[in-house]
């Protein structure tokens, strides 16, 4: 048994290699299948029949080949509108996800760089914020105000923002520190630009691992939303409202009006982890 | 350790207050007027006006928030907008359903998290690995309200081994004496044998679902504890001294338990609000449920004191994770 040890010494080699190979599969399969949900969201709908357009005819008719995944209650088909309500969920996660990264980073380095006891008031709080309930903070914030695409990205965001702000605070209490800040400092840079150009590039590793969870946790928190009701309103496809419909017939038997637009947020959150493996895979490596 | 425990607890008081306050603004700053919703189905403004100075809303906001905090130290939640009830009373009322429901799936997560992340992390990879990988995978990317739906569908659509997904017990569960609120609970307090059964039956789905989806985030930490703890030298001089497998995974999990203890803590404190769609999938009638109708009907009272709960429940299970924790490694203890 001392073999292994010794194996470990001489470099991890063959478990490690077999490692790299199977995150670079996943990464692949990640990456080409999040290619391929959005290009199928984007163009698809320019081909398939239009998404509101009722059938009466055919009231939940079964996946057929007119209807790739059936019809709904009113006979509108789900293949149609999965792909134009995917546009909705990648636009309102993705937009979201990068809104709470953009204005969580910033806020992160200024309070870490000239917080001091404000900084600590800041983070106090930022645990009272935290320790609520996302999707109940999020449905309460959308209870009170229209609801638009726009208000919906912004709770979104919002809600994500404090994770933000955690990690590149505490990432730059410790690189404003560093000598080669000091030596930009002294070269006579201005503050904002130590902080633009020296401070952020290198407190944002942990930040862009987080915007592919964040980015996939949002699409997932946007369908429950409209599974609650406080999401993008109908008759406008959108994947989670798209899933609440449709849940009421299932004990019926008909799956299909459910089970697509469900699978469909499904393998999208997964392609995007799968992809934001990598993130974090390197900030592994480096630390 | 008395003086952590101290320290910790006089904590809890000015974050309580924090969010007392925060929660307050927040909601009063939100542009619905809870006058128009208490003033009935034809609000007309003599309505409105009496139904406002009858809530306590022609104050200014200050005095109502010392009104509502002196009410709170005393207990008295305020009483609802909607149905006249004390709100306090309506979520105790409604508390034990979630915490039975959220409690029972935070076992099955743990379960699952940490097992899976013991049978993955074996040395020889393999199939091993693989199901580790499609069961992070998947737990990380599937709605939780999305996974009750399908469970539903091949459980009790396709193959009726459990009961429709119509709360806690059914329209025909057996009758029993509420002393909880939840059913299952009830049950067993009765000494019911066919009630415990219902309830169980109905329990089984919902649970699984919040268990399967939570389960994944414990998997990840758990695996990613367990495989560097693995790595560390003491293990392979366990192992050099002849520790079978069982013997060995002794050691590692000792010091692989903190980040998973600290990491299902902070998934239970959440739980008590995050739960709301699954609650509302099986018809489950807990606070979740209860804090989306307030939110709805625009019921000052009835956020604010789901707000506070939740946060109080949320301090609570955290001021628990930290205690384990030192109780689980000496050094959090020495560093008090």
């Known amino acids: 048994m001392a073999v292994p040890t010794l194996d470990v010494q001489l470099g991890p080699a063959p478990e490690a290699r077999r490692r790299t190979r199977w995150r670079a599969r996943r990464e692949l399969l990640g990456g080409v299948l999040f290619a391929a949900i959005v290009l199928a969201c984007l163009i698809g709908p320019l081909f398939a029949d239009a998404p509101n357009t009722t059938n009466l005819a055919a009231r939940l008719a079964a996946p057929s080949g007119a209807h790739w995944f059936g019809t709904d209650d009113i006979g509108r088909d789900i293949f149609a509108r999965v792909l134009v309500g995917g546009r909705m969920d990648l636009l309102i996660g993705i937009s979201g996800a990068l809104v709470s990264a953009i204005v969580g980073c910033t806020l992160g380095v200024l309070l870490g760089a000239w917080g001091g006891r404000a900084g600590e008031v800041v983070m106090r709080s930022l645990d009272v914020i935290q320790a609520f309930p996302l999707l109940v903070f999020a449905f309460a914030l959308l209870a009170f105000l229209s609801r638009s695409v726009l208000t919906i990205v912004l709770a979104v965001a919002f809600v994500n923002i404090p994770i933000f702000i955690r990690l590149t605070r505490t990432e730059t209490l410790v690189v404003v520190q560093l000598p080669f800040v000091e030596a930009a400092r002294c070269s006579g840079n201005p503050r904002w630009r130590l902080l633009l150009r020296h401070v952020l590039p290198n407190v944002m590793t942990s930040s862009l691992a987080q915007l592919t969870t964040t980015a996939g946790f949002a699409i997932i928190l946007t369908g429950g939303l409209s599974f609650l009701g406080v999401g993008i309103q109908p008759p406008t496809a959108e994947w989670g409202s798209m899933v609440a419909e449709g849940a009421q017939y299932l004990e019926s038997g008909q799956w299909w009006t459910a089970v697509f637009p469900g699978l469909a947020i499904v393998l999208t959150v997964m392609s995007i982890q799968l992809v934001g493996d990598r993130f974090q895979a390197t900030e592994t490596d480096r630390g | ?336």
């Open chain 2, 1 to 336: 350790m008395a003086r952590y425990i101290a320290f910790r607890l006089l904590v809890v008081v000015p974050v309580m207050v924090g969010i007392m306050v925060v929660t307050f603004f927040v909601t009063h700053v939100l542009p619905a007027d809870p006058a128009v919703e208490a003033a009935g189905a034809y609000p007309t403004p003599a309505l409105v006006r009496a139904a406002r100075i009858r809530l306590g809303l022609n104050h200014s906001i200050f005095v109502q928030l010392w009104t509502y905090a002196k009410q709170v130290v005393q207990g008295n939640l305020g009483s609802s907008a909607v149905t006249g009830r004390s709100v306090a009373t309506e979520i105790v009322d409604r508390l034990p359903s979630t915490l039975e429901l959220i409690t029972l799936s935070m076992v099955v997560a743990c379960t699952l998290g940490v097992g899976v992340a013991i049978i993955a992390s074996r040395r020889g990879r393999g199939i091993r690995d693989g199901v580790g990988k499609v069961y992070g995978a998947f737990g990380a990317s599937v709605p939780d309200y999305f996974l009750a739906l399908l469970l539903i569908l091949l459980f009790y659509t396709a193959l009726h081994v459990f009961p429709a997904p119509l709360g806690q017990a059914g329209p025909t569960a057996p009758t029993i004496t509420d002393r909880s609120g939840a059913y299952f609970l009830d049950a067993i307090l009765a000494g019911n044998g066919s009630a415990v059964w219902v309830g169980f039956q109905h329990l089984v789905l919902p649970v699984a679902a919040l268990g399967i989806v939570f389960g994944s985030p414990i998997y990840r930490v758990a695996r990613a504890s367990i495989e560097s703890i693995e790595r560390s030298p003491y293990i392979d001089y366990v192992t050099m001294m002849g520790g079978g497998r069982r013997f060995v995974l002794g050691y590692v999990m000792q010091n692989a338990l903190p980040p998973i203890v600290t990491l299902t803590g902070i998934i239970y404190g959440l739980l008590l609000g995050g739960a709301v769609l699954v609650e509302t999938v099986f018809g489950w009638g807990g606070v979740g449920q209860y804090a989306v109708q307030a939110v709805d009907n625009a019921d000052y009272y009835a956020i604010q004191g789901f707000v506070l709960m939740a946060a109080l429940f949320s301090v609570l299970v955290y001021f628990a994770v930290d205690l384990l924790h030192a109780a689980l490694d000496p050094r959090v203890r020495r560093a008090m």
